[in-house]
């Protein structure tokens, strides 16, 4: 066996070791058996996200913390959004659907009501927010005739995920002088969805619906897959895709002196310079790296 031939075993033992929603589909004798691993396979898993390595203050010699919009009618940032509706299998989520489903299991709990995680939101305050009961007009007229309402009348709404408009995001760029190199650390993470009063009328306002601590979550977003449009058979991790920065993301607000205030603050009505603005913060970040090699 000729080294050639000895590195493309290699390389697909390696393949084959990373599991997808869909693993065993091809072995699969019923549409039970898809998606349970078999024992080699859960034995030859990490299931594990990749550990922060340890940053010492010393080690900071530039640090600017800046919070972003992540745009879901973008093309690339579509993995967070879809699936909207979940027919295709448990496996299969949308960013939104896995962390709300895991608040409410308990496993994620670090979640606040703003970027600076100050204050904690119990999940009955985020509850409160997902959805609203109302009666409609013949509803009302039944409830002062003194009748009971019939269940026709009563309207629910509620914040599905075809409903999230995009993600605020909370990072801190830093540079490690020890590395000699730029780096960026993801702090926070926070659906921005329709407040569900005004959901569908005229006067639709988004608003934050809980901020995350994301180093607490990410186990849970590990384990969760996000579909790969390039290779199916190769799922990123929620974890990864979001560490890796593999989505598009606007600047709104970055960390300055006067109070952290968000550029549309001081550059009002005017979209074109608030785009410009973010692009000029992007490249001061980026520009202290490259001035580090000039003597």
């Known amino acids: 066996m000729n080294w050639r031939n000895f590195s493309l075993i290699v390389t697909l033992s390696l393949v084959s070791s990373v599991t997808f929603a869909q693993s065993n589909l091809l072995n699969a004798k019923t549409p039970e058996e898809i998606g349970k691993k078999t024992e080699a396979q859960l034995n030859a898993d990490n299931d594990k996200p990749l550990p922060y390595g340890y940053v010492h203050d010393r080690d900071i010699l530039l640090g600017k913390t800046v919070w972003e919009f992540v745009d879901l009618d973008e093309r690339i940032n579509f993995p967070m959004y879809f699936p909207v509706e979940g027919n295709l299998g448990p496996d299969r989520k949308s960013l939104y659907a896995v962390l709300i489903e895991n608040m409410k299991s308990g496993k994620i709990s670090e979640v606040y009501d703003d970027s600076y995680f100050t204050t904690k939101k119990t999940l009955k305050d985020i509850e409160s927010s997902l959805s609203k009961i109302d009666t409609s007009d013949a509803g009302r007229e039944q409830y002062n005739a003194g009748e009971k309402i019939g269940e026709e009348y009563i309207v629910r709404t509620d914040i599905e995920p075809i409903d999230v408009m995009g993600y605020k995001i909370k990072g801190y760029w830093y540079f490690d002088k020890r590395q000699g190199e730029l780096k960026y650390r993801l702090l926070g993470l926070c659906p921005v969805v329709p407040d569900v009063y005004t959901k569908g009328s005229e006067e639709e306002d988004p608003i934050e619906l809980f901020w995350v601590y994301f180093p607490s979550a990410r186990e849970v977003l590990h384990s969760a897959l996000a579909f790969n449009d390039r290779n199916s058979a190769m799922a990123v991790t929620f974890d990864h895709l979001l560490n890796a920065r593999r989505f598009s993301g606007t600047i ?37 790296e490259q001035d580090m090699w000039n003597y």
């Open 252 to 288: 709104y607000q970055e960390e300055n002196v006067m109070g952290d205030r968000k550029i549309e603050d001081y550059l009002k009505d005017n979209a074109q310079m608030q785009l410009l603005e973010s692009e000029r913060v992007k490249d001061k970040i980026r520009n202290f």
